[in-house]
């Protein structure tokens, strides 16, 4: 029997685990309409940035007061200049709306920014706008040394709560690893009133130009190996949190997005995959996960969900310190011998890497 693969985000009943996360395929409608096609679940339009809202004009350089004085990378370039956004606030409703009426599956809002002001308002807005839930993408780059890492936590928690005040419909809040405690920081996003949580936020480091000596920006696609920092984080958060937890960066596989629903994962989401593959890539994930699933006999995803996490693993220790010694073990010296070797040529015996 084929496994039943639905599932349940944020309330919201979607036929599969595999979102459309917010990208440049989520930001026009008509790749919209082509990833409902393609089989997204539900999809994540592109962030509204506080910096959009607040200078509605799209020649504002976000180096100006808020980006230079509280994240010196603005200023210097690591973000682009406001007129390389595509849409401001009016637009980015209006597409919203637009397409809350043209699909039929979940189309989610997101709001990006990290100071409290005026442009959360926006988020009522976005629920007026048809949005079914609301993903809050806190993308703080904690720059100013003197500010203590409390102050940071406080700074989530105060902005999730002012965000939940506004709406009604669900809250999803994105966040980075970047805490020294992020499983205790996840349950007080939770109690601040996040209803789901998308682990975890790909903070995008900056490069230096060495033509022109400018910080600049660089965007590289994920890969797969980066996922598992969350596969971590989600299996040992999901027998201790009820809100509906989300794998984001590095899924690029059904075998990526089967190892997150057995973490613990409600839904995975990918961007990377589909701006490399096209949208029709949603497709070829969701077979290749059931085919995964049901070849082992499992019912439906609701079965398989944490049936590796942290308090069900046969050895919960592969989530902890005692992993790191035997991972290092494992790495055995004929795969040692496959990347690097001593050239006979070379009298000093120096070691050099394989041409493969």
Known sequence: MKTDMTTTYLGLAL?????????????????????????AAAVVLPSL???????????????????????????????????DYKTGPDEYLNLLERASNALSIPVIGSLNG????????????IQDAGAAALELNIYLVASDITLPGTAVEDQYLHLVSEVKNIVTIPLSVKIGPYFSSPGHMAHRL???????LVLFNRFYQPDIDLEDLTVSPNLILSTSIESRLALRWIGILRSTMKASLAATTGIHTGDDAVKMILAGADVTMMTSALLKHGPYHIAEVVAEMTQWFTERQYNSVKQARGSVSYTTAADPTGYERANYMKTLKSYSPNAISRFWLTDPADETGIVNRTSS
Not at 190 to 196: E, F, L, N, T
């Open 190 to 196: 939770v109690d601040a009133g996040a209803d789901g």
């Open 15 to 39: 036929s599969h685990p595999v979102v459309a996360s917010a990208g440049p395929l989520t930001g026009r409608l008509d790749t919209l309409l082509e990833l409902e096609a393609a089989g």
């Open 49 to 83: 940035f506080e910096e959009q809202i607040e200078h509605e004009a799209l020649n504002v350089d976000l180096g100006l007061e808020y980006g230079a004085g509280y994240q010196p990378e603005a200023a210097s370039g690591y973000f682009p200049e406001l007129d």
């Open 114 to 125: 990290v100071s409290s002001g005026g442009w959360t308002s926006y988020a009522r807005q």
